[in-house]
């Protein structure tokens, strides 16, 4: 199962696309209903509206103009906004 995606894109002058890197997180579920990954969600807060967490660890699967994995330097903090319908 393929999970979230990260891009790099390298820009040149006047802000034109130069070069793009791109990783993913490999994910799966096992038997146990557990999720196994190298990156991880921290759900914070869930106010019925806005969910407030943080994502750790690192995008392990290099995609087209990747190598190597793309560590997540200390945590990236999120706040969505949902409609629960």
Wanted: overall charge negative; cysteine-free; proline content about 5%.
């Amino acid at each position: 199962m393929s999970g979230l995606g990260y891009t790099e894109t390298k820009t040149g002058r006047f802000h034109i696309a130069k070069s793009m890197a791109t990783w993913t997180s490999d994910s799966q579920f096992l038997p146990d209903a557990s999720i196994t990954s190298h990156l991880m969600l921290r759900l914070d807060t869930f106010d019925g509206s806005v969910a407030s967490g943080a994502l750790l660890g690192s995008f392990d699967v290099p995609g087209a103009g990747a190598t190597g994995s793309a560590p997540v330097d200390g945590e990236l903090n999120f706040r969505f906004p949902f409609r629960v319908q």
